[in-house]
């Protein structure tokens, strides 16, 4: 699928859900969104965890619209999750930033790039789905898995990525656009929870 010129980019919030030092998530995110930058369709806002203060309080229920990134949520026409999986689960830095926002995710897409040893962190969106459709958003089928991506990257410490890596990437965002830009429509003419 070729990227068309849009009069309006869709906002992609590109979320590294890990804290964790040393930092993978972190050079994975840059990869993609690195990536994504090169469509035309889009505009990437990249949210590192690591650098927001969200503490484990004063998350009320419905989320905390006074969250550092609240408005950077809000703005925000589709998300891309970035995460590994730990114990078989995603992070709890991610839980976190989830709980402290609501009505920011409702009717909108989230794709996921996983990251892991073994099973690429394909566990941890598969409960991620779970959450994500408690909040009324809806979750895209294609995504990245990365197995062992430690191991790929170049002297600089960047993700050195190849033919059928690029493929999935494309792949992943080619779906979450068209999500992007049908929900988007759809949110403008009939405001969701209306």
């Known amino acids: 699928m070729t990227t068309q010129e849009h009069p309006t980019p869709l906002t992609l919030a590109v979320i590294v859900g890990s804290v964790r030092q040393p930092r993978m998530g972190r050079v994975v995110a840059d990869w993609f969104a690195d990536r994504a930058a090169r469509r035309d369709d889009v505009r990437v806002d990249l949210v590192d ?37 730990y114990n078989h689960s995603f992070p709890a830095a991610l839980k976190n930033a989830i709980d402290w926002h609501h009505r920011e995710w409702a009717a909108k897409p989230v794709g996921f790039v996983s990251y892991g040893a073994g099973s690429g962190g394909i566990r941890a969106v598969e409960q991620l789905r779970l959450v994500f459709a408690e909040l009324h958003a809806a979750t895209t089928r294609t995504g990245v898995v990365l197995t062992a991506p430690w191991e790929r990257l170049d002297r600089q410490g960047r993700l050195v990525d190849d033919a059928p890596l690029r493929k999935a990437a494309d792949a992943t965002l080619d779906e979450l656009t068209w999500w992007a830009e049908a929900l988007r429509t759809a949110r403008r003419n009939r405001p969701y929870g209306s």
């Open 49 to 85: 965890l690591a650098e927001v203060a969200l503490p484990l309080t004063d998350t009320p229920p419905g989320g905390n619209p006074d969250s550092p990134i609240a408005d950077r949520m809000a703005a925000a026409d589709a998300f891309m999750v970035v995460t590994p999986e």
